[in-house]
């Protein structure tokens, strides 16, 4: 089964901290993507990537940055936290061929105050 | 980018046959319908996945019209642990164009005894 881990469940951080979230798979996939979601909105995607050091733009990447080093981990981070930051982050990542579904982690909720 | 369109909620009894339907009228040719359900606290799981007709798994039905502008999930004899949200997303994976698959607010489908 593929594994798609989140460091933290639960994180809470203050304005204008710097807030970086770990997300690791386990599949060698080569898509890996960051995506929120908020009451009512649904899931939105922050950026994806289809590569090491490949990243691309999803819906809302404004205020958010991230860092694909290396294969099996990508990471969300947040330069300046602010409080319309605060959400559920959730991974994902898939193979690359052809309509092979995303795997998703559990989240991290995160709290900016 | 193919929108889709369901039911924000759904009511049913255990035991009963579940229906969900979605429209995504600007489907395009290469795109593939899939569908996922996502409990409280989790990410999203994938379910099942079609582009024309009628897939079976061992969870569910996928039913897809010849004209593609919409599809429905069918669950069959559904159980209170049915009760989640189930999302329907319209788009290809595997390119650089994976990152434009579309949540929308999905159904919320509330099972009672």
């Known amino acids: 089964d593929v594994k798609v881990t989140q460091s933290s469940r639960y994180l809470v951080k203050r304005t204008g901290e710097k807030v970086f979230l770990e997300c690791v798979q386990d599949?060698?996939?080569?898509?890996m993507f960051w995506y929120r979601q908020d009451p009512g909105l649904g899931l939105r995607l922050i950026y994806f990537?289809?590569?090491?050091?490949?990243?691309e733009k999803g819906d809302i990447p404004e205020g958010y940055s991230v860092s694909r080093e290396k294969k099996e981990r990508f990471s969300l981070i947040l330069e300046s936290a602010s409080t319309n930051q605060t959400s559920m982050y959730l991974c994902?990542?898939?193979?690359?061929?052809?309509?092979?579904?995303?795997?998703f982690g559990d989240g991290t909720r995160l709290s900016i105050l | 980018l193919a929108k889709t369109t369901q039911p924000i909620s759904m009511d049913s009894y255990e035991g009963q046959e579940v229906n969900i339907t979605c429209s995504h009228n600007?489907?395009?040719?290469?795109?593939?319908i899939t569908w996922y359900q996502q409990f409280p606290s989790q990410g999203p799981r994938f379910i099942i996945q079609?582009?024309?007709t009628k897939v079976t798994n061992e969870v569910a039905s996928l039913f897809i019209p010849a004209d593609r502008k919409s599809s429905t999930l069918s669950l069959p004899r559904v159980s209170l642990s049915d009760t989640a949200v189930y999302y329907c997303?319209?788009?290809?994976?595997?390119?650089?164009?994976?990152?434009?698959?579309?949540f929308g607010q999905g159904t919320t489908l509330q099972v009672k005894p």
């Open positions: 994902a990542s898939s193979s690359q061929y052809k309509n092979q579904p995303q795997h």
């Open positions: 599949m060698d996939h080569e898509n």
């Open positions: 990537s289809y590569d090491v050091k490949m990243k």
């Open positions: 600007n489907i395009a040719t290469n795109d593939y």
């Open positions: 079609g582009y024309k």
């Open positions: 997303l319209v788009g290809i994976n595997g390119s650089s164009n994976t990152g434009k698959l579309i």
